[in-house]
Structure formats: C-alpha cells, structure tokens
C-alpha cells in the first residue's frame, strides 16, 4: 500500500462527511456548488487552494490580463436575472472587473459559506468498503463524500521552466499566473519577460509602458491579430441583453462555444485580393472573429491555414519598423491557430519603442539566470525584475498534483502516466464517482470556456440527481467506453492544425510530459450531443451499481 493511501487513513481527525466534495472555486466550481446545493439540496462543500474565489481571475494578476472571449458570452448563463442585472463595462474586460464578476455570483448565491480558502486537496481516496471518496487536505482535515468534483481548472498549474541560477537572482521574480495582489513597480526597472503565449503578448506592451527597459525573450513567435477593445455602449448592453436567449443557444449549438456562424467560403475559393479584402476587414474589426469568421477550413487545410498565416506576417512586417525584428516576430514553424492563438492591444507596435528589446532564444538559448540578469549563449542581459510568462502544466497538472486513488490503491499518476485517459473528459474508469469538468477528453480549453463548463456542470449535476433517484451508489466509466473515446479523441486530433505544432495541448512545454493531444477537436454542439444520448441512453459506457 502506497505511503499517501496509509497517510488518508491514518490522519488522526474523524473525517466530516459530505455528499459532494468540489475541489477549486473558479467558473466551474462555483456553478457546481450552487447545482449540487441549491438544485440538488445535497451537502457539499468546495476547497480552494487560494485566498479568494475566481480561480483564473484570483490568480491572474498580470498587468494587462484580460478576457479574450467577449464578456456578453464569457459569463454565465444559468441565471437570466444574473444575466439581466450585471453590466459589462467593455467587450474585454480586465481581470478585476472579471473578478467582480465571480465575486458578485458568489454573494448572489450565497456560495462563500461552502468554500473553504488556503485549503488545498492533497490527496483523495476511494474506499471500496463504503464506496466513499476520502479527501485529505493541507490543513490536517479529512473529509469523506459520495461524490468528489474535480474543478482545479485547466490553466491552473503554474509551470516556471526549470532554468539553472534562479535562487540566486538578487533582484524580483513572478509568475504571471501568480501574480502579487498589490501589484509590482516596474518604474525605472530593467524588466526581462520570458514567454511570448497569450499571457505575454498581453503584458509586454504593458510593462513597457511603465519599465525602464523591456527585454521580451522569445521561444515561438505568436500569430496575434488586434482585440480592439471598446466600451459597450447603454445601446449595446441594451441589446445584448433583449437578444440574450438566442446568443446562449447560438454559444451551445457552436463549434466553439462562440454565438458567430462559421464562415461557409474556402480560403482558396477566392482570388489573393477577394481572401485579402476580408482578411483585412476582419483584422479591422479585431478579434477571434478573424479565426472563425473568416474561412471555414483555415484549421482544416494546411493551403487556407497558409494564407492567414501570411496575412498576418504581411502585418506584422508592415507594423515593425526594424526588418530583423519584425522577421523574427513573424511565425513560420507552425499553422495559424495550432497554439492557442492570442489577440492583442498593440503587442507588435511595442517593439518599435525605444526601450524594448527582442531576444530570440531559439537562436541564443538561455543558459542560465545570473545574480543580475540572464546570460544567453551570446552574453548576459542585466535585469532587475523577471517576469514568468511561461504558461501552465495544461489539462492535467492541476489534477495530478493531487495524488488520488482509485479501486484497488490504482493511481491516477500511474494511470495518467502515458497521457491523459477519460471517458468524455467527464470520468475516468477505476475512479467511480470522481467526475472531471472539463477534463481532458472534452473540447475545454478549445472553446469559450463558460459554456463547456455550463454543459458539464448541468450533466454531471443530472447524472448525481438520476444516481439517487435510481438509488445507486456509484457511477464508473467502464474500461471499454474509456478506450473507445481516448482513441477518438486521437483520431479526431490527427484531421486538422492541431497536431502540427508544440502545443501546451499536447503537452510540449512541460519537459518529460508525454505528448498526447488532449482536448476533444469534435466542437461544443457535437460534444454536448454526445453526453446527453449518453445519458438519455441510460449512461451508455458507464457501469451503475450499488
Ligand atoms: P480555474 O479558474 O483555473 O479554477 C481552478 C481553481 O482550482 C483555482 O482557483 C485553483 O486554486 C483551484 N485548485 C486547483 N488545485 C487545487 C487543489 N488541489 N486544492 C484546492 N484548490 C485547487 N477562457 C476563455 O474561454 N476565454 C477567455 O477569454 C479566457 N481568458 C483567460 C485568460 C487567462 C489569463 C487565463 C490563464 C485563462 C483564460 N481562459 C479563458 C481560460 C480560463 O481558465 C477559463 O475560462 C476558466 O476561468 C476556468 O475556470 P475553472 O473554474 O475551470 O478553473
Ligand atoms: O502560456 P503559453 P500563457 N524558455 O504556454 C514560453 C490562456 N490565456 O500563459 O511557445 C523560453 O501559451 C513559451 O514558448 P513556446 C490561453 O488559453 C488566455 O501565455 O513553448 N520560453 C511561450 O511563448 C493560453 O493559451 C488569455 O516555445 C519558454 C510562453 O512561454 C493559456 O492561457 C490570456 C519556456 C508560454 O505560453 C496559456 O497562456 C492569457 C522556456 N523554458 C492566457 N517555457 C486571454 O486573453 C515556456 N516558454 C484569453
């Protein structure tokens, strides 16, 4: 018997028990909460690692973070009076507004009364004897449920790269996703920034704007298209809201969770200048309506992908003003949209600027930190603050941090140890009653997130109230069903973009992780049809007993 195992049971506090163990209070886990609470009346109560709720929004302090999702369809949809009272102040809100938001859902509902804070899951236990989950936490305590929900988020580890000398950096150091609550001086500061994903073309044009210098180290250049954020006018919210209702059902019935209808036109259906005209529409209007809207099989065909791909260096070229920086911004080994593509305010404009500087680590790597800076194979940056924009253990760090155990002592770490295995990224067979939101297997990270964390809540929140009207105890995907989907799921992979490049959905960035593609490529309606004939087909693939 492993060491963690004998640790849960032999904690010395009687356990307290609960119906529903919900870990991590963000999105998910707050709906989750007031589903099982308030809709099912069941006893549950949520840990949460953090100091507050908001879960991305509570730790993404960084200067210039921000959604990327418009904030009419990057929110609930659960409550037509929530929807109907809150106002949005502009189509890309910035994260205090964002947490406002959460905060605000929180104090509506009454849920901080369940939430534990600065508790955080270390282990979790299931007792066949009982059929009870045993979850021990960072305080000591141990708690016993039927049911143990999984909300720990899918950008939520924190990953900072394992580069030699950094304990001995004599000036500050942050992790973007872990940024301090009070904010950091970059006044007359020599800041470098590692990263260049979503969170760093957000905050370089930020920080220098208040730094001294801007040293920006760069692995993969980015396609990025302008966000053109802007205020929503009383006549826009106004609208937004009347139309509330068919912009919720668009978002369901979508590939990616967006209420925009996909463009039906090839991209190489049109001549150079027709592709060019709406290419430079959409880049005018800003957002990801550039990837979506444009052309339907721009992450279908490697040919359509190529001509956004050099629409966008074309700008990019023609935005920064020195020819070596610009080229070695403009990407060209991997298709647009096989990262998660980033939108900015002004990212390739901040490259023009006097006090920021490009260093392209591909071509002198990074060696080491040094009490003073960072010595790159062709000599040492001196800096002050370094800033980690280097993104997350994605889809399963947060998971498997936790050591969990399933029938027979099985570890998930073990089972997990070649790549991610789920049955709808909903459950895992040998962990009965342990459902996963948006886990990997579901489309999660490849869409506006609220509405595949909506659907999963409301089915997983249906299968508990099915499991105690049946009067089962337990629910476990079965091994076949499991396989099944993990195969689909790679197959499905395999059609598009997504497998050509090294993506955090494939595990790329996290050195030693197994490369496997992670979310589920079908989109959000195709998905959301899958679960329910799953459930309508009395949970076809997985085993009721008890
Ligand atoms: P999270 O918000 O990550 O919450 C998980 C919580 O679980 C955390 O608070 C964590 O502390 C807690 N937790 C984890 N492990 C434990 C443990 N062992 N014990 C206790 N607690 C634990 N998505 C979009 O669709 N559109 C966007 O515009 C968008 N913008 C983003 C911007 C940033 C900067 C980032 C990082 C992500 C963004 N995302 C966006 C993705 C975003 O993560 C989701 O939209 C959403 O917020 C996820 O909510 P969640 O509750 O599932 O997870
Ligand atoms: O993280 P990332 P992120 N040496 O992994 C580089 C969401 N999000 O925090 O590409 C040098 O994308 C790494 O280089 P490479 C969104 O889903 C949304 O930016 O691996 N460089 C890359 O440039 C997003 O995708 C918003 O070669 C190293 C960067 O660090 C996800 O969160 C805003 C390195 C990491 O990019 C993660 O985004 C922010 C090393 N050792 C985030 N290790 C919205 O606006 C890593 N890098 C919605």
Avoid at 303 to 332: C, G, Q, W, Y
Avoid at 517 to 524: E, I, L
Wanted: glycine content about 8%.
């Amino acid at each position: 018997m492993s060491q963690s195992f004998a640790t849960a049971h032999q904690r010395a506090v009687e356990p307290e028990h609960h119906d529903v163990v919900i870990i991590g209070a963000g999105f998910s886990g707050l709906y989750m909460l007031y589903r099982v609470r308030d809709v099912l009346g069941l006893d549950t109560v949520v840990f949460e690692a953090g100091g507050g709720l908001g879960g991305t929004w509570y730790w993404n302090r960084y200067p210039g973070a921000r959604c990327d999702s418009e904030s009419f369809y990057y929110s609930y949809s659960f409550s037509e009076e929530l929807e109907q009272e809150w106002e949005w102040t502009s189509k890309y809100p910035e994260q205090p507004e964002i947490l406002r938001y959460l905060e605000h859902v929180a104090d509506r509902f009454d849920l901080r009364r369940d939430i534990r804070f600065e508790t955080r899951v270390e282990e979790a236990v299931f007792d066949e004897k009982t059929a009870r989950w045993l979850v021990g936490t960072d305080d000591g305590q141990r708690s016993s449920a039927q049911f143990l929900i999984s909300a720990v988020g899918c950008l939520s580890a924190a990953n900072v790269p394992d580069i030699p000398g950094l304990d001995c950096f004599e000036g500050d150091w942050y992790h973007t996703g872990r940024w301090p609550h009070d904010g950091v001086d970059f006044a007359n500061k020599r800041v470098g920034q590692i990263g260049t994903g979503s969170t760093g073309i957000q905050a370089a044009p930020v920080i220098a704007a208040q730094a001294a210098h801007l040293t920006v180290f760069q692995r993969t250049p980015n396609y990025s298209v302008p966000a053109r954020d802007a205020a929503l006018t009383p006549e826009r919210r106004a609208e937004i809201k009347e139309n509330y209702p068919a912009i919720r059902k668009h978002t369901r019935e979508s590939f990616g969770g967006f209420p925009y209808d996909p463009s039906s036109r090839s991209a190489l259906e049109l001549t150079h200048d027709e592709r060019t005209a709406v290419y430079e529409r959409l880049w005018q209007e800003g957002g990801f309506k550039f990837l979506w809207g444009s052309f339907y099989d721009l992450l279908l065909n490697e040919e359509a992908n190529e001509t956004a791909a050099e629409f966008i260096r074309s700008k990019i070229r023609e935005i920064v003003h020195d020819p070596t920086v610009a080229e070695t911004l403009a990407p060209k080994d991997h298709p647009y949209g096989s990262k998660r593509p980033p939108i900015d305010t002004d990212y390739f404009e901040t490259f023009n600027r006097d006090n920021v500087t490009l260093v392209d680590v591909r071509a002198e790597p990074i060696e080491q930190i040094t009490p003073t800076g960072l010595r790159t194979t062709a000599g040492d940056h001196e800096l002050d603050i370094i800033v980690f924009a280097t993104g997350f253990d994605a889809m399963t760090g947060a998971l498997l941090a936790i050591d969990i155990r399933g029938r027979d002592g099985l570890s998930l770490r073990d089972k997990w140890a070649d790549g991610p295995r789920t049955y709808l990224g909903l459950q895992i067979a040998g962990f009965p009653n342990l459902f996963t939101i948006t886990g990997p297997g579901s489309p999660s990270v490849l869409s506006n997130m609220p509405v595949s964390i909506e659907q999963h809540v409301e089915w997983i929140g249906d299968c508990i109230a099915h499991l105690r009207a049946a009067g089962r105890a337990t629910i476990e995907a079965t091994p076949a069903a499991e396989e099944a989907w993990v195969d689909h799921v790679a197959d499905l992979a395999q059609l598009g973009m997504f497998s050509k490049a090294n993506s955090w959905y494939v595990g790329a960035n996290i050195p030693g992780k197994k490369r496997v593609f992670m979310p589920y490529v079908g989109g959000v309606a195709n998905y959301r049809h899958r679960c329910d004939a799953v459930a309508a087909n009395a949970y076809e693939g997985f085993e009721l007993s008890g």
